[in-house]
């Protein structure tokens, strides 16, 4: 499995953004996908995930309410629609496929950072 992210960028506080991340393999929709970000200095924090069927997701308190996981099976894609961004949103974003929809253990596949960064 290959995951491409992409759709970081520098944004004011306040405004949405929406980061997508293209998968390719033959088993990809077989996998749940999800986000995690990374400041300087930090381990890699868990954003969010959703299911290979796209019927359940899971957030971290600091996305709950701000932050919309989704996927489209056909498309391979999962997207992070993230609201009102805040600058300690600011992070790289990374892309991640794992057979566990709640991605607490090791993760079984990772795609390349995007930057995000929100400023004040």
Not at 5 to 33: D, E, I
Not at 101 to 112: L, V
Request: glycine content about 10%.
């Amino acid at each position: 499995v290959q995951l491409q992210a992409s759709g970081g960028g520098l944004v004011q506080a306040g405004v949405s953004l929406r980061l997508s991340c293209a998968a390719s393999g033959r088993t990809v929709n077989s996998y749940a996908m999800g986000w995690f970000r990374q400041t300087p200095g930090k381990g890699r924090e868990f954003v969010a995930s959703i299911t290979w069927t796209g019927r359940s997701t899971y957030y971290a308190d600091s996305a709950e309410g701000r932050f919309t996981i989704s996927r489209d099976i056909a498309k391979n894609t999962v997207y992070l629609q993230m609201n009102s961004l805040k600058p300690e949103d600011t992070a790289v974003y990374y892309c991640a496929a794992d057979a566990s929809p709640t991605m607490k253990g090791h993760i079984r596949y990772w795609g390349q950072g995007t930057q995000v960064t929100v400023s004040s």
